[in-house]
């Protein structure tokens, strides 16, 4: 399954308890595009009716069914580069 970081982890969790967002909302993890040329996404969401729900290290995670094998063992990291941060999926 998918992983995360602490530090990704300690923002996902402080974005989700905002005022204002809905318990409804997830994270999302997918792909766009092909599958073998797409690039990871990451956002907030609610679930869909193609979509997987899981609870991983407290955090709500919501994926597409079509996209659960690609994202197996990877592990959502937050980064700060050149004075940009941002998550990242590896």
């Not at 995360?4 to 005022?19: D, G, R, V, Y």
């Not at 969401?45 to 609870?55: E, L, M, P, S």
Request: charged share 25%.
């Amino acid at each position: 399954m998918v992983s995360f970081t602490e530090t990704a982890k300690k923002k996902i969790l402080e974005a989700l308890s905002q005022p204002g967002i809905s318990e409804s909302y997830a994270l999302r993890l997918g792909l766009s595009g092909g599958a073998c040329a797409g690039k990871y996404i990451i956002g907030f969401d609610q679930k869909a009716a193609d979509d997987d729900k899981y609870f991983i290290d407290g955090i709500p995670v919501i994926i597409a069914k079509k996209h659960l094998m690609y994202l197996m063992g990877k592990k959502v990291d937050y980064k700060t580069e050149n004075n940009e941060s941002f998550f990242g999926i590896e």
